[in-house]
């Protein structure tokens, strides 16, 4: 009698609140190549690896993510590097960093994101020089188009990429370049469109995939060309960092906690002068604070550095525990111990049959 009691107990219990949403989320930095001997100073190929440590442990093995926010290589010389995940276990993961020259990455700070998530898929794909025919020869503005396929489970998903590795042959090419353009996500695939110009030739691309189908996850792209309105791209100040801040609102949800906030952001895409100096691109994000509903994203460079182009791409998650989640008819009800502390209607997202009838 009493296990019947306590089965009635929780059926009411989700009954009221609506079906409960449960995820595990972490993220941290990866500072291990910052102006190290080893690095300035490489013997190719240069092989590293961290070991990453989860602060608190999974309740399974997650999903792990990888994402550039900081990188500097050296001018005048084809790049050829590449991040990978190994051995990820409840309580951590390897972090494996590939360089394999001529060009000098001094610095390469990663960004990673560890989750338990059913409404996320994770994919990490390859593209060889085989695959990148059109952008791996040949000259002036190029493009190539593939497609991703992913579960047939998303009615409306959320995806996103980041670089994650790439080979660049910048012989006789003014810019090294490379721009990720996604199209129109369906319920199973998506096409996506890589660029590049002048003489560099894309050889081989790392690219890692983000796809979600939970409200709560935010995710996108946003970038922007040297412009008269766009002066951060300019070479004319050296001394600071020349950058470009994009916000957007987050549902009231993001604001319960913000430290504890999952506010992630890399690389997608640059088009940097290949000989005027180094490369140096920078992705990061202003802190929310309290009763904030603003997220911002700064990405720029500094230096020497004469940067044409740059495309950023991030995920956004609220905190986990202790807050439990419900789903009930496009509301959100939050609580913590049992009580209430927020309850906020998110605005159904359309369905893709309903935005190609516009």
């Known amino acids: 009698m009493l296990y019947l009691i306590v089965i009635l107990c929780l059926t009411l219990s989700n009954a009221y609140y609506g079906s409960e949403y449960y ?11 910052s102006k190290q001997d080893q690095f300035l100073f490489p ?22 993510l990888l994402m550039h926010q900081e990188i500097q290589w050296s001018r005048g010389r084809n790049i050829n ?8 276990t409840i309580y951590g993961f390897n972090i494996n960093y590939v360089i394999w020259g001529p060009a000098v990455v001094p610095i390469l700070s990663v960004r990673w994101v560890a989750l338990v998530d059913d409404q996320v898929e994770i994919q990490y794909v390859h593209y060889q020089e085989k695959d990148l025919y059109q952008l791996s020869q040949g000259f002036g503005a190029r493009s190539q188009d593939f497609m991703i396929s992913y579960y047939p489970r998303y009615p409306a998903p959320k995806v996103t990429a980041f670089i994650v590795g790439a080979d660049f042959e910048i012989f006789n090419s003014l810019f090294t370049s ?3 353009q996604m199209g129109l996500p369906t319920s199973n695939s998506m096409d996506v469109r890589f660029l590049t110009r002048d003489f560099c030739h894309v050889r ?24 008269t309105y766009n002066q ?20 009231s949800i993001y604001s319960l906690d ?14 940097v002068h290949s000989y005027a100096g180094s490369a140096y691109l920078r992705v990061t994000a202003e802190s929310m604070i309290n ?31 202790p807050y439990h989640y419900y789903y009930k008819n496009y509301d959100w009800i939050v609580t913590k111990e049992d009580q209430i502390v927020l309850e906020e209607t998110i605005d159904q997202e359309r369905k893709i049959s309903e935005l190609k009838k516009q």
């Not at 013997?43 to 792990?64: A, E, G, I, L």
């Not at 430290?259 to 997608?268: F, H, M, R």
Request: hydrophobic residues 35%; proline residues 5%; contains cysteine.
């Open 23 to 33: 995820a595990e989320w972490q993220t941290g930095v990866d500072n291990s190549i």
């Open 43 to 64: 013997t190719y190929p240069s092989r590293f690896q961290s070991q990453v440590t989860f602060s608190t442990r999974f309740s399974v093995c997650p999903q792990v």
């Open 81 to 88: 590097y590449q991040t990978y995940v190994s051995d990820v």
């Open 178 to 180: 490379v721009r990720i």
């Open 204 to 227: 081989s691309l790392y690219v890692a995939y983000f796809i979600s189908n939970n409200y709560l996850t935010l995710a996108g792209s946003v970038g922007a060309y040297y412009s």
């Open 232 to 251: 951060f791209l300019d070479n004319a100040n050296r001394q600071t960092i020349r950058d470009q801040k994009f916000s957007r609102l987050v549902p």
């Open 258 to 271: 913000p430290a504890y906030n999952i506010l992630a952001q890399g690389i997608s895409g640059f088009d």
């Open 291 to 321: 009763q904030s509903q603003v997220y911002t994203l700064v990405y720029g460079t500094r230096g020497d550095t004469i940067l044409t182009y740059m495309q950023a791409s991030y995920i956004l998650h609220p905190p986990g525990m």
